[in-house]
């Protein structure tokens, strides 16, 4: 394993266990706000600070992205995998949602093969088996105790995985600043969608109310630390 792939691990991880902290800091809202909002929230207060930050940094110039469309795939994964996972961990035990969610990385294995003709190394093959039996495991019962509802984690870890496989062909592209803005930007239309839609759906827990200021400022903290 080479110094750069090493690097690589530890970024991941670290941003994973990040992850994890900003999911756990979302699951004390159940019940307080709807979760659709909850994530148009946080990251319109990321988008916004990302946004400003890089144009103090770049200029005007910054905000041109040398593939547009590709950008706009990233946004439309970002929140299309928040939303199912927002939504996962309102209804679920956080546990039982992150290690189902956590199966991303296999599906990231899967795909780095046809979609950016990348070798996976059999170890990882074996890994990735190891993984889905594991999440077979903690799938049964919670499909059982709560019907389709579950498989919300699992929708949520293939939009990430494809997140990834996007932010992968993306390299190169723009400073890391600029692919965080762009991602954060393009995702708040379908954000924005997601949560009207569920205001005027009908279903209470999706009504959109005037929030404590509280839930304002723990989707703040989980914009600012995840």
Known sequence: MQDDERRGILLATAGFATLSVGDAVIKTMTGEWSPLAVATLRFAI????????????????????????????????????????????????????MALAFVSPVFVALLSGPLLKEKVRPAVWVASVVALTGVALVLRPNLAALGWVALLPLASASFFALMVVANRASAGQGSALSMQAFIA????????????????????????????????????IVAVTA
């Not at 200029?59 to 299309?80: D, E, M, N, V, Y």
């Not at 928040?82 to 309102?90: E, G, Q, R, T, V």
């Not at 924005?192 to 109310?209: C, I, K, N, P």
Request: glycine fraction near 8%; charge should be positive; include cysteine.
């Open 185 to 220: 930007t393009a995702a708040m239309p379908w954000l924005l969608l997601a949560m009207l839609g569920g205001h005027f759906s009908g279903v209470d827990e999706l009504r959109v109310t005037m929030p404590d200021w509280t839930v304002i400022a723990r989707c703040a």
């Open 46 to 97: 990321g988008a916004v600070a990302l946004s400003a930050l890089l144009l103090r940094s770049e200029g005007p110039t910054g905000f041109k992205p040398s593939h547009p469309w590709l950008q706009a795939a990233r946004g439309f994964c970002l929140a299309a995998a928040s939303l199912c996972f927002f939504s996962a961990i309102y209804v679920m035990p956080l546990a039982s949602a």
